[in-house]
């Protein structure tokens, strides 16, 4: 049969989005450690975790069992706003590479928010409306999940009460008009408004802020301020299983045209976009179906899976979350201010670590003066300026790419491009100026992240 030629995108029909979710872990035989609470060190029970989050996105981060999770259809109503998603053939950027290697993309940065948060936005401000709650509170670093679960709470009418790190909230004035538009009270954090705020700046007059306090302050006002939950934009495995429909849409496009990928590689920061991007693919491997090769890719300056350890850690420097085997950094690392590229996460998805223990998955790290050099060839041939996390993903698909050029292989390899980097021009600008350096940490600066990391066994 002569292959169809294909198109330079690939859009899927709505009829054929995907109707469920799909839960890898259900397929893994080594399941993820399960969260333990604090102070116990017992594992954390729904009725615990119900205290913080939503009850039926505790059910999802329970569930080990069921392979595919019905997409209520309130969701696949306001997925249809901006999926399904298009796959994207990259014949420009293989034309420039002289490469025999065939390239595509999943771009999901067609939304305001930008980036494929908004995948699990909706779905938590969904379930947390369905409950009868009035609100839900979170914390953003740059502030793609501000913005994108701002989107998520205007659309079922919740009340989002975001914490932006002071230092973000400063700089990146427009990421916070973004959220104030879609109706979120944005509070600078640390603040007066919690007593952890209040203890911080007492404490460290003047501080800018980290994600941990941020973090902090909005479980305390969550489970403090009646009907109100928590909600985080990755880690957690219910996230992943939102994402998965970023997978989903790629395996069904793929199939359609016959394509199948040899290497599935994705930008990792809590790993939700990688996770949900392989997911699928994923499946198949884990019930001896296919095989894949699945890279994650992350910065040299912040490299969790790369030289971080597979432990029991704090989720957030302020240590009120659940404890979660992980690797990690420890949740006292922080990357080196020079750092532009995003992915400054110290932890990993428990699910996404316990595969990368199994040897499921590659990691690699890349240096950010090289990540930007991707960005700019990317976005000067393929027209889309990417966010910098994205880069990541596309410097290992053009390295691929180019191994191919000298081995002659056709491989195919399939990226997430995860989202649009409008809002981070100020590290273009540093690029461009020759001001952005590499900094890679020294053993003995990991040494003072792993020294935080509890004593677990
Ligand atoms: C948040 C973000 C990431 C990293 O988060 P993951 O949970 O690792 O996917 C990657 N790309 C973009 C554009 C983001 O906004």
Redesign the pocket.
Known sequence: MKQKEIPYKIYLEESEMPKEWYNVRADMKNKPAPLLNPQTLQPMTAEELGAVFCDELVAQELNETDPYIAIPEEIRSFYKMYRPSPLVRAYCLEEKLDTPAKIYYKF??NNTS????LNSAIAQAYYAKKQGLKGVTTETG?G??GTALSMACSYFDLDCKVYMVKVSYEQKPFRREVMRTYGASVTPSPSETTEIGRQILKEFPGTTGSLGCAISEAVETATTTEGYRYVL???LNQ?LLH?SVIGLESKIAMDKYGIKPDMII?????????GGLIAPFMGEKLRGEADYEFIAVEPASCPSLTRGRYVYDFCDTGKVCPLAKMYTLGSGFIPSANHAG??R?HGM?PALSQMYEDGLLEARSVEQTSVFEAAEQFARVEGILP?P??SHAIRAAIDEALKCKETGEEKTILFGL??TGYFDMVAYEKFHNGEMSDYIPTEEDLAKGFAGIPKIV
């Open positions: 999901e940065g930008g980036s494929h948060k740059a793609q999940w934009g990755s880690v996230v994402q994705g930008c990792a920061g809590g790993g939700s976009n990688l995003g992915l996460y998805n966010a996390e994205s995860t989202g």
